[in-house]
């Protein structure tokens, strides 16, 4: 299934019992879209995922969740009702 990936979506949870609060940042599409994933391999998108997570714990110092934008299923969600961020909750995003 071909999805087009405008947004990605970068955080980190912190330490709220020590008052470290977490990181966040977007990488958002100038023109339509940052890419399309019509012609990937399977696991190809997992890799780019594993990448980002593995680029950002190198500035953060922690490792960070990652989750692009088809996976925020509904578009009034808040991004923390969504199944991926539930997944990020329990360390398999």
Do not use: C
């Not at 890799?47 to 299923?73: C, G, K, Q």
């Amino acid at each position: 299934m071909n999805k087009e990936v405008k947004t990605i979506f970068v955080w980190t949870d912190g330490d709220s019992s020590v008052g470290i609060g977490g990181e966040s940042a977007e990488i958002n599409a100038d023109g339509d879209w940052l890419f399309a994933t019509d012609e990937w391999e399977d696991g190809e998108l997992e890799t780019l995922r594993e990448t980002i997570r593995e680029s950002f714990a190198m500035m953060w110092d922690e490792h960070p969740h990652v989750m692009f934008d088809f996976e925020n299923v509904e578009p009034d969600m808040d991004a923390t009702q969504t199944p991926a961020y539930q997944q990020a909750l329990a360390g398999k995003l």
